[in-house]
């Protein structure tokens, strides 16, 4: 058995905002299971809103996390693995409705894993982001640079193409996608500490800020402070044109001395 002795608390907290879409087809969770006591989950999903049925493959993604996450034994299943089973799944499940419904099914996915021996673990598909703070400063983002990178080495996409990605067309990375199967990418971070802090958040958030920008918002307001901060900000500079707006955030706090004994106390969903 683990060791590992708790040196922080967990503050988390999430936000969404519809923007100037018809429908809001982002989904955010925070959730612990039962059958892994200590274990913190947070993830989003943004259904593709070009796409007929992206809410539903979001709630999808969503069905599946929490599926897996209540049946998830550390003993037996390796975060990595749960990760990519959640992956496997979602996607295959989301391409099942696209047939029955005769419709598009698309999601993207980031998902954080935080476990009682101080270890953090994240995966993601698609362009929804996971960032991470220490204190305010910016320590890196997720990107889609490894997959570009799969692309380019496996010949289904030129140097010259790979420059205007962003652009083209046959870069669906996504869940339920029927051009080709997820890239997922996976993170980690071990040897957790107080003034850690993890954002994850739709294109809808971080188009609007720069890295830094960000940083400061998470580490000088309280979760729900510095959600209705950044989305408030975020309608304000899509002047009228914002896309669906949507965050997690999870900070890492100092614990206080005298509470020796602290749990990882069970956060309750807020979606």
């Not at 010949?155 to 997922?184: C, D, T």
């Amino acid at each position: 058995m683990s060791q590992y002795k708790i040196k922080y608390k967990i503050e988390a907290g999430t936000g969404q905002h519809i923007g100037n879409r018809s429908e809001q087809h982002d989904r955010v969770t925070l959730m612990t299971t039962k059958s892994a006591p200590g274990y913190v989950l947070a993830a989003l999903a943004d259904g593709l809103s070009g796409h007929q049925g992206g809410k539903m493959a979001a709630e999808q993604v969503m069905h599946t996390i929490k599926q897996l996450f209540d049946m998830y034994n550390p003993q037996r299943t390796s975060l990595t693995q749960l990760l990519h089973n959640i992956v496997s799944e979602a996607h295959t499940m989301i391409k099942l409705l696209g047939i029955s419904s005769k419709s598009d099914q698309n999601s993207t996915l980031v998902i954080l894993v935080l476990s009682p021996e101080g270890q953090a673990i994240w995966a993601h598909v698609g362009d929804s982001r996971l960032y991470r703070f220490q204190g305010k400063q910016f320590i890196d983002h997720t990107s889609d640079e490894a997959y570009i990178e799969s692309l380019l080495l496996d010949g289904k996409l030129s140097r010259e193409a790979a420059k205007n990605h962003r652009k083209s067309a046959i870069l669906v990375n996504a869940l339920g996608s029927n051009l080709r199967e997820p890239f997922i990418t996976i993170g980690e971070q071990s040897e957790l500490a107080p003034g850690m802090s993890f954002l994850l958040c739709s294109d809808g958030l971080w188009h609007y800020f720069a890295d830094n920008e960000l940083g400061a918002a998470v580490s000088l307001k309280t979760p729900r402070e510095a959600s209705e901060m950044l989305i408030e900000k975020a309608q304000e500079r899509a002047k009228g044109n914002g896309d669906n707006c949507s965050l997690v955030i999870v900070k890492l706090v100092k614990l206080p001395e005298e509470d020796l004994g602290y749990k990882v106390e069970k956060l309750r969903r807020a979606v």
